[in-house]
C-alpha cells in the first residue's frame, strides 16, 4: 500500500522553463511534507518542506503548493537549470509518527540545456 | 555534505554472512534513522533512534537489528543475508523526534552474491 506516490517516473524540461513535479498521498494523518533531490550514488538533500497549516512555501527558485482536499502536492521549479537534472523524491510525516517520513518513488527530472 | 557519514561505502559479502553497517550523525543531532533503497521498493524506512532509544519501527526484518550508543553514533547489523537485501543503506540525522528536518549520509552500496 504505497501510500506516497509520485505518478511520474521522469519528468523532461528545457532549461529556463518551469518544472512542475507532482505528488499524491493517501494518509489523512499526514501533516508535514518534504521535498528530497537526489543525485547518483549519494544520499538525498533536504530541498523544501510545507506543514499542513500552510498552502504554499517558497525558497528562492522552489515553491511547493499543498492542496488538502485533493491530498496533493507539488514542487515547482523556476527557471529550471541543467543542475537540478537528479532524482526528486516527496516525502510525509504524521505528527503522532514522529519523524518518520513515508517517501514516494521518486521522479527523475531531465532539465535539457 | 550533508554532515551525517557512513561507513562502509561499499561492501561485497557472500549470502549467510553478517555485516555491520556504521552511521556517525551530524553534530548535535540526537536522532538517528536507517533507510533502505532497492531497485524496485524506493526509500523504505527501517528504524530510528532517539538518544540512544528506540523510537520508531518500520519495515525492519528480524535479520536486522540497529543500536544507538552513547556517542549517537549508530550501527545497522545485517545478518544471514540474503541476495534480496542488496541494496543502498542510508542513514540520516535529525536534531530531535518531531518535526525536523532529516539530513542524509550518501549511503552505504551492499552488494550480496
Known amino acids: 500500500d504505497q501510500q506516497v506516490k509520485q505518478n511520474s517516473p521522469s519528468l523532461s524540461v528545457q532549461e529556463g522553463r518551469i518544472s512542475i513535479l507532482n505528488c499524491d498521498y493517501t494518509?489523512?494523518?499526514?501533516?508535514?511534507f518534504l521535498w528530497y533531490k537526489k543525485y547518483p550514488a549519494e544520499g538525498p538533500t533536504f530541498l523544501i518542506s510545507?506543514?499542513?497549516?500552510?498552502d504554499k512555501n517558497e525558497d528562492g527558485r522552489f515553491t511547493v503548493f499543498l492542496n488538502k482536499s485533493a491530498k496533493h502536492l507539488s514542487l515547482h521549479i523556476v527557471p529550471s537549470q541543467p543542475g537540478d537534472s537528479a532524482v526528486y523524491f516527496c516525502?510525509?510525516?504524521?505528527?503522532?509518527?514522529?519523524?518518520?517520513?513515508?517517501f514516494g518513488g521518486g521522479t527523475r527530472l531531465m532539465v535539457k540545456p | 555534505d550533508s554532515g551525517v557519514t557512513q561507513t562502509p561505502k561499499h561492501l561485497i559479502t557472500a549470502t549467510g554472512q553478517r555485516v555491520t553497517l556504521r552511521c556517525s550523525p551530524r553534530?548535535?543531532?540526537?536522532?538517528v534513522y536507517w533507510y533502505q533503497q532497492s531497485l524496485d521498493q524506493g526509500l523504505q524506512f527501517l528504524i530510528q533512534?532517539?538518544?540512544?532509544?528506540?523510537?520508531a519501527k518500520g519495515n525492519i526484518l528480524e535479520r536486522f537489528s540497529a543500536q544507538q550508543f552513547p556517542d549517537l553514533h549508530s550501527e545497522l547489523n545485517l545478518s544471514s543475508l540474503e541476495l534480496g537485501d542488496s541494496a543502498l543503506y542510508f542513514c540520516?540525522?535529525?536534531?530531535?523526534?518531531?518535526?525536523?528536518?532529516?539530513?542524509f549520509g550518501e549511503g552505504s552500496w551492499l552488494t550480496v552474491v
Open positions: 553534530s548535535g543531532d540526537l536522532s
Open positions: 533512534y532517539y538518544n540512544g532509544e528506540e523510537r
Open positions: 516525502a510525509a510525516s504524521a505528527r503522532n509518527a514522529g519523524n518518520m517520513l513515508t
Open positions: 540520516a540525522s535529525s536534531v530531535g523526534q518531531g518535526f525536523n528536518t532529516i539530513y
Open positions: 494518509n489523512s494523518m499526514f501533516d508535514y
Open positions: 510545507i506543514s499542513s497549516i500552510k
